[in-house]
């Protein structure tokens, strides 16, 4: 696969997870133990675990290619376990 069509997919798997994420911690969760309401959680948390593995897989493919030190690798996986860190890396590294 082409550099241009993996930055594209990455892109997209980046915002998608972020929103996934930001969508668990600030609508699913607080429905699930606030109002006992657990369904969201599991669809969304389903859609957010593919899209963080997506997420993971990509970075992990665009290492050589983009020519990322091991630092620069380690600091945008790291980013998909905080919220609002794959938009920081869409915004800085992509």
């Keep these: 696969?082409?550099?241009n069509r993996q930055l594209t997919l990455f892109k997209w798997v980046s915002i998608l997870e972020g929103i996934s994420f930001l969508l668990l911690l600030g609508i699913a969760m607080p429905l699930?133990?606030?109002f006992?309401?657990?369904d969201m959680v599991r669809h969304v948390g389903m859609v957010h675990g593919i899209l963080f593995i997506a997420y993971i897989l990509f970075s992990l493919l665009l290492i050589r290619?983009?020519?990322w030190k091991t630092s620069t690798a380690a600091i945008i996986m790291a980013c998909s376990l905080?919220?609002?860190g794959p938009f920081y890396v869409e915004k800085k590294y992509l």
């Design 1 to 3: 696969m082409e550099l």
């Design 32 to 34: 699930k133990y606030l």
């Design 36 to 38: 006992d309401m657990p």
């Design 65 to 67: 290619p983009m020519g």
């Design 82 to 84: 905080v919220p609002f």
